[in-house]
């Protein structure tokens, strides 16, 4: 069973249609006991950095995620649930503190002329770590979607799974040990984005 953490995101329910669709057995979670029997996590999120963490602590959900994580069960953050995995973010001069799973703080994309932002749409993926389950049959280049202001810096280069070019290289996903992100929404990435969503439910079954 994949617990999807339900805070109130706007992509909960489109991750969850993907997950089933991929074939995996999916139970929305908005406690933090619900968390004990969950073989696998996925915390979605689009829109602010500060709503989502507050609303994680409201629910109690901040440091049960933080010792979900610590026991070694697949979690899989998306957008601005891979941004709440970092320490911090400059969004809004942001005060609340992220779950600190990885060092490193959330920034935006700088002004730059004819580059857009939010970034809005589709764009590669360039893998520096190919040996990453979540990217098992993806190919190198593969298109998937993104929308974002801002995108975290890890402080420990070595978790960066893949990086994209949007005026800068950026972090698109992480990895490390049992602990997946992305920035770009699997949900909204067709093919590929199914793909990368029955890798991770793969690796419970």
């Known amino acids: ?8 995101s706007g992509n909960l329910r489109s991750v969850h249609k993907a997950l089933l669709q991929v074939g995996a057995q999916v139970r929305l979670v908005s406690e ?3 968390l004990a029997g969950a073989q696998a ?12 963490l507050n609303a994680l602590s409201q629910q109690g959900l901040s440091a049960a ?13 998306i957008c601005v649930g ?3 995995l970092f320490e911090n973010s400059e969004e809004f001069d942001s005060r609340a503190p992220g779950l600190g799973i990885f060092g490193g703080t959330v920034v935006r994309f700088p002004a730059r002329p004819g580059l857009k932002v939010p970034q809005i749409g589709w764009n590669q993926l360039h893998f520096t770590a190919p040996d990453c389950p979540l990217y098992r ?18 402080k420990d280069p070595s978790i960066v799974a893949s990086v994209t070019t949007y005026g800068e290289e950026f972090a698109s996903s992480v990895w490390r040990g049992n602990v ?9 990435s067709q093919q590929v984005g199914l ?11």
Do not use: W
């Open 1 to 8: 069973m994949i617990a999807l953490i339900d805070y109130g």
């Open 32 to 34: 933090p006991q619900a």
């Open 41 to 52: 996590c996925v915390l979605p999120g689009v829109g602010a950095f500060d709503d989502c």
């Open 65 to 77: 995620l933080q010792e979900y994580v610590a026991s070694g069960r697949p979690f899989l953050g």
């Open 82 to 84: 891979y941004q709440a």
């Open 137 to 154: 049959g993806i190919a190198e280049g593969s298109h998937v979607y993104f929308v974002h202001s801002y995108f975290p810096r890890p």
């Open 180 to 188: 997946f992100a992305t920035q770009f929404h699997p949900e909204k």
């Open 195 to 205: 793909q990368i969503l029955r890798n991770f439910a793969d690796l419970i079954r």
